[in-house]
């Protein structure tokens, strides 16, 4: 009866042992990141009084996406949160895109 009771312990324990995580890898310092919101925000900044309101909603977008793909690689957020984040992330950057092709067709064709 003991070795019964002592098999059947093993089993349920080794069970519950093996569904370990695996750690999570660790996410880069993403200095080009980093760089790039800088960038943007230098260059914002620097031309600001050049820039009309299409090219300075353009670098506002791109450094507000670019700073959401920052946050949602190192602040620990939920899923839903994540989820969240990276597809505001992808709106905004899809307006600067849209707003960057405006520009070149209002400078070379307008």
């Given at each position: ?6 098999k ?22 993403d ?17 600001w ?8 909603s ?15 690689r190192?602040?620990?957020l939920?899923?839903?949160?994540q ?7 992808l ?9 960057f ?6 400078q070379?064709?307008?």
């Amino acid at each position: 009866m003991a070795k019964q009771y002592k098999k059947l312990q093993k089993k349920l324990y080794s069970q519950k042992e093996q569904p370990k995580k695996k750690p999570e890898p660790k996410v880069g310092k993403d200095y080009m990141l980093l760089i790039l919101i800088a960038f943007t925000i230098f260059v914002g900044i620097a031309g600001w009084s050049q820039l009309d309101i299409m090219n300075r909603s353009m670098y506002v977008l791109l450094t507000g996406s670019l700073s959401l793909t920052y946050i949602r690689r190192h602040a620990k957020l939920s899923e839903t949160m994540q989820v969240i984040v990276e597809r505001t992330s992808l709106v905004f950057l899809g307006c600067a895109v849209i707003l960057f092709f405006v520009v070149l067709y209002r400078q070379f064709f307008g």
